[in-house]
């Protein structure tokens, strides 16, 4: 089975978000996947998603609010097979965290592009419009890989 980690700055906007969407498309693809998320910084740790990404993510289905920030850590490289970063801030910031010897694989979601930060641009929707199309392309992958 696949550990996949999503990563963004706070882990209370994007990379929760990404993680509900990417669960639910996985659990209806009938794909098995454990998966997380981390904030690079630990500003929001043990903190609920932000108040409007849990509302907006609420009107397209999915539910954060059970869920919890944390910080990622170096361990994170041996805990998942595929860590997915938002931006390349967040990418930057998990190379230089990478232990050396790691094998998990580590890149941005969105492949090429970033999920800007809807903490600044307060666009949620315009964030869980990528986070979707990002979560069906993982989707994508993995199927086409059989993993
Ligand atoms: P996220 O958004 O990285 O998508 O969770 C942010 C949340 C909080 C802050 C920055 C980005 N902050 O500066 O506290």
């Given at each position: 089975?696949?550990?996949?980690?999503?990563?963004?700055?706070?882990?209370?906007?994007?990379?929760?978000?990404?993680?509900?969407v990417f669960a639910a498309r996985a659990r209806d693809a009938g794909l098995r996947v454990a998966t997380d998320?981390?904030?690079?910084?630990?500003?929001?740790?043990g903190e609920p998603p932000y108040g409007p990404m849990i509302a907006a993510?609420?009107?397209?289905?999915y539910d954060l609010s059970a869920l919890r920030a944390r910080q990622v850590s170096a361990d994170d490289f041996a805990?998942?097979?595929l860590v997915l970063a938002m931006d390349r801030s967040?990418?930057?910031d998990l190379a230089a965290l990478r232990p050396a010897a790691s094998s998990a694989e580590l890149a941005?979601?969105?492949?090429?592009?970033?999920?800007?930060?809807?903490?600044?641009?307060?666009d949620f929707?315009?964030?869980?419009?990528?986070?979707e199309e990002g979560a069906d392309r993982v989707l994508a992958r993995l199927g086409a890989t059989g993993a």
């Amino acid at each position: 089975m696949q550990r996949i980690l999503f990563v963004c700055l706070g882990n209370i906007c994007r990379s929760p978000a990404a993680e509900a969407v990417f669960a639910a498309r996985a659990r209806d693809a009938g794909l098995r996947v454990a998966t997380d998320s981390a904030g690079t910084s630990g500003w929001h740790v043990g903190e609920p998603p932000y108040g409007p990404m849990i509302a907006a993510a609420a009107r397209r289905g999915y539910d954060l609010s059970a869920l919890r920030a944390r910080q990622v850590s170096a361990d994170d490289f041996a805990a998942f097979d595929l860590v997915l970063a938002m931006d390349r801030s967040n990418l930057a910031d998990l190379a230089a965290l990478r232990p050396a010897a790691s094998s998990a694989e580590l890149a941005l979601f969105l492949g090429q592009g970033e999920v800007p930060d809807p903490w600044y641009s307060r666009d949620f929707d315009a964030a869980l419009d990528l986070i979707e199309e990002g979560a069906d392309r993982v989707l994508a992958r993995l199927g086409a890989t059989g993993a």
